[in-house]
């Protein structure tokens, strides 16, 4: 079945470092791709999205590039700040009404 | 504001009670679903309704029913409530094609945290 894998967390890095978080993907078909973020106490919010292969999506200075030929779409960061600190999930919708959600990989930034 | 909101934000209760969780989304989504995170933040959805049919039933203890009067409206009542039924509970609405939310992101509420003590 459908799948996301993201890394492990937690990510702890110090302000304006750059950020990478991995997510790969198995699915059928041509899956839409998403990343969400969820600050403390919050729901998630819709960071980013592409929806196929080679698109780009971008906000609030993260990107992500739907990687078809490595079923790939990692997270990045040029300059990260201490209000990114949060938890990322990378997500899947292959078609229908389910979006499939990865584990959640916790990013701390330090002053 | 445009929103996903859910009542309660906290849910403080004893084992065997019967509780009730509501969400509301102005969005004009056809689309609502409920998820349970866990305290280690995994999500797992619950159910999901579109246009007021149920379309998602995962595998959920049959205490948990939802109910949805109107596009605009999603419920969740627990019965019996048992100390696992412990996280925080998530409402998210989408808009849909007619085949499903592809290329649509959810919006989701804020979460109600039950505690069952």
């Known amino acids: 079945g459908d799948s996301v894998t993201q890394m492990e967390g937690p990510v702890t890095l110090s302000e304006e470092a750059f950020l990478t978080i991995n997510c790969t993907y198995t699915?059928?078909?041509?899956?839409?791709l998403f990343w969400y973020v969820q600050y403390p106490g919050e729901g998630l919010q819709l960071l980013l999205k592409?929806?196929?292969?080679?698109d780009k999506g971008s906000n609030k200075g993260f990107e992500a590039t739907y990687r078809k030929e490595t079923t790939s779409f990692h997270l990045e960061k040029g300059s990260v700040q201490v209000s990114d600190s949060a938890v990322y999930f990378c997500?899947?919708?292959?078609?229908?009404?389910?979006?499939?959600f990865g584990a959640g990989t916790r990013l701390f930034v330090k002053a | 504001d445009t929103a996903v909101s859910q009542t309660p934000k906290y849910l403080v209760t004893q084992m065997g009670n019967d509780k009730s969780i509501k969400c509301e989304q102005n969005?004009?989504?056809?689309?609502m679903y409920w998820y349970k995170q866990d305290s280690k933040k995994f999500l797992k959805i619950m159910f999901s309704?579109?246009?007021?049919?149920?379309?998602i039933n995962e595998t959920v203890p049959n205490r948990f029913s939802p109910k949805s009067p109107d596009k605009a409206h999603l419920n969740l009542h627990i019965n019996s409530l048992e100390l696992g039924d412990s996280a925080v509970y998530f409402c998210?609405?989408?808009?849909?094609?007619?085949?499903?939310?592809?290329?649509?992101?959810?919006?989701f509420g804020s979460g109600t945290r039950l505690t069952v003590v």
């Open positions: 969005l004009g989504h056809d689309t």
């Open positions: 309704y579109n246009n007021k049919e149920l379309i």
């Open positions: 592409a929806t196929k292969a080679d």
């Open positions: 998210a609405s989408s808009p849909s094609s007619g085949t499903g939310t592809y290329n649509y992101g959810y919006t």
């Open positions: 997500a899947l919708s292959a078609g229908g009404f389910k979006t499939i």
């Open positions: 699915a059928t078909g041509y899956p839409s």
